[in-house]
C-alpha cells in the first residue's frame, strides 16, 4: 500500500500540470495531432512531406531521402512512406524496393474512419495502438515497434451492425502470426429500451501462432520466416459492456466486465468503469482479479520487445515466464488525461497490484501538433515497466523503458526541421552470445511540404 500512495502522488503531481493546461487547449483549432486515420468532410486535402537526413538502420548508418504524400476525403484517409537509403559509397538500399513485399510496404496506411465508427473500420499498414474489445487480452498493441529495423504491415478491420459486429487484427499479412477476433452482440438492441439496448456481450480469441518468430536478415528485411517450433499462445475471452450515464457532453460513463483465460495457464476477470467528462477528458478505472500464471493486456505495446528472451542458448518466452506468476492478486489499472482530436493530447495511466505482488507500469503520451503552436510540433511516448522505486520512474537506462519521440520545428511556411528519437531494446551478439541491450536511434532531417 506504501507503493500505491507513491503513485498516487505521482499521479496528482501529473494531473495538476495537466489540466493547468486546460483553458488554452479548448480554443485551439482542430488539427492533426499525428499520422491521420481519416479526416471527416468531404473536401480532399492534400499533403506532401519531403525529409532527408541521416537514419540507423540495424547498425548501419544511410543518408535517406523520404516523400510522406498523405490524401484524405471523407472517411478514406491514405498516407505513403516512399523512402530512399544511401550507404556512404551512395549505393541505394534495393532491399526496400526489390520485392512486391517491399513495395506494398510503402503504404504507411489506408483507413476508412475510426476504431469504433459504424458500420466499418479498417486501416492497413502500421498500426500503433491495436485494441479489441476492453483491451483486457490485447490493448495498444504496436505492430512496427522496432520500425525501421522490422517493418511489419497489418490490417485492422471491424464492422458495427448494431445487432451484433466483429473486430479483427492481424499483425503482419507477409508472415501470418498474431491473429485476433472478437465476436459481440446487442441482444436487447430492438427493444429500444433506454441504455439495456446498448447490453453488448462479446468472445474474443487472440493467437501467437510463432512467438520464436525469427527477425528478418538485414540484406532481406521483407523475408520473414517460421522459427519451426511448435510453441504457440492462445487466449481466449468474453465480456459485457452496459452504458449506465449518457449526459454528453457532459459525461458519460460505461461499466464493463472481462474474463480471460490463457490456454494451459491462468485466467482472470476485471470489471470497472470508463467514459468521458466534458466530452475532453478521458478516464478508465477497474480493478483485476487475476490467477496464477496470468498477466492482463497480454499483447501491449511492449509485445514485440517482450515476445522472447535469451539466456545462454535457451529461448524462453513471455508465455513461457507466466509460469514465474505463483500466486493471485488483487489490482487495479488507472487512466486519465485530456484529448482534443487532432489538436493536443497528454494521457497518463498506472496499473499495479493492491499489495506487492507486482511491479508498477507507467505510461505517458503526449501530442501537441504544430498547427496550434504556429511553430512547433511535438510528440512523446514513455513506457516503463518492473518500478520498484521511486527513482525507476524517470529511470530510462533499462530494457523495461521504452521512448519514442518527434520533434518538429517550423523553419518556414514549407520548410520544416524534425528530430526524433527512439529508445528501445534488442538482441545484439557479444562474444557468441545473444545480450538484451537498449537500442537508440536519433534521426534529424528537413521536411518540405507544400
Known amino acids: 500500500m506504501k507503493r500505491f500512495f507513491i503513485f498516487f502522488v505521482v499521479f496528482c503531481l501529473l494531473t495538476t500540470s495537466l489540466f493547468a493546461q486546460e483553458s488554452d487547449l479548448q480554443n485551439a483549432d482542430q488539427s492533426e495531432v499525428s499520422q491521420p486515420q481519416s479526416v471527416q468532410g468531404d473536401t480532399p486535402k492534400f499533403g506532401f512531406g519531403f525529409s ?32 530512399f537509403e544511401f550507404d556512404g559509397q551512395w549505393n541505394l538500399r534495393t532491399t526496400e524496393w526489390n520485392s512486391w513485399q517491399a513495395i506494398l510496404s510503402k503504404i504507411m496506411y489506408l483507413s476508412w474512419g475510426n476504431k469504433g465508427d459504424k458500420p466499418v473500420y479498417f486501416k492497413i499498414g502500421r498500426i500503433q495502438d491495436a485494441v479489441l474489445g476492453n483491451g483486457f487480452i490485447m490493448y495498444n498493441y504496436n ?13 485492422a478491420f ?7 459486429g466483429i473486430e479483427t487484427f492481424v499483425d503482419n499479412v507477409f508472415d501470418f502470426d498474431i491473429i485476433g ?7 436487447l438492441y430492438s427493444s429500444k429500451v433506454f441504455l439495456l439496448d446498448m447490453l453488448e456481450i462479446g468472445g474474443t480469441l487472440v493467437a501467437d ?9 538485414s540484406d532481406s528485411p521483407y523475408s520473414f520466416s517460421d522459427s519451426g517450433s511448435d510453441k504457440k499462445v492462445f487466449i481466449v475471452g468474453a465480456d459485457l459492456g452496459l452504458p449506465i450515464l449518457k449526459l454528453d457532453p457532459v459525461i458519460n460513463m460505461k461499466w464493463f466486465f472481462d474474463f480471460a483465460y490463457i490456454i494451459d495457464k491462468g485466467t482472470g476477470e476485471a470489471t470497472g468503469f470508463f467514459g468521458k467528462i466534458l466530452s475532453f477528458i478521458p478516464y478508465r478505472f477497474e480493478v483485476r482479479f487475476l490467477q496464477p500464471k496470468f498477466i492482463p493486456s497480454f499483447f501491449d505495446a511492449l509485445y514485440e520487445a517482450e515476445r522472447y528472451i535469451i539466456v545462454g542458448t535457451n529461448y524462453i518466452t513471455k508465455y513461457d515466464t507466466l509460469d514465474y506468476i505463483t500466486n493471485s492478486y488483487f489490482g487495479w489499472f488507472f487512466l486519465t488525461g485530456v484529448y482534443f482530436e487532432k489538436t493536443a493530447s497528454l494521457i497518463i495511466n498506472i496499473e499495479d497490484s493492491f499489495d506487492d505482488t507486482t511491479y ?20 512523446f511516448t514513455y513506457e516503463r515497466k518492473n518500478i520498484r522505486e ?6 530510462t537506462e533499462s530494457t523495461d523503458s521504452v521512448i519514442l519521440t518527434k520533434l518538429s520545428y517550423k523553419v518556414s511556411d514549407m520548410v520544416n526541421l524534425i528530430v526524433e528519437y527512439r529508445r528501445t531494446f534488442d538482441w545484439f551478439d557479444e562474444g557468441g552470445q545473444k545480450v538484451l541491450k537498449p537500442l537508440e536511434s536519433t534521426s534529424i532531417s528537413t521536411e518540405i511540404s507544400f
Open 52 to 83: 532527408f537526413g541521416t537514419v540507423v538502420i540495424n547498425g548501419v548508418t544511410y543518408f535517406q531521402v523520404k516523400g510522406q504524400p498523405q490524401f484524405s476525403i471523407g472517411k478514406l484517409g491514405v498516407g505513403l512512406d516512399l523512402n
Open 143 to 155: 505492430n512496427n515497434l522496432n520500425f525501421p529495423n522490422i517493418k511489419k504491415f497489418g490490417i
Open 158 to 164: 471491424d464492422i458495427d451492425l448494431d445487432y451484433a
Open 181 to 187: 477476433g472478437r465476436l459481440f452482440f446487442r441482444p
Open 209 to 217: 501462432l510463432d512467438p520464436l518468430n525469427p527477425v528478418p536478415p
Open 360 to 379: 508498477p507500469i507507467l505510461r505517458v503520451s503526449m501530442a501537441i501538433d504544430r498547427e496550434l503552436t504556429k511553430m512547433v510540433g511535438f510528440s
Open 390 to 395: 521511486f527513482k525507476d520512474v524517470y529511470t
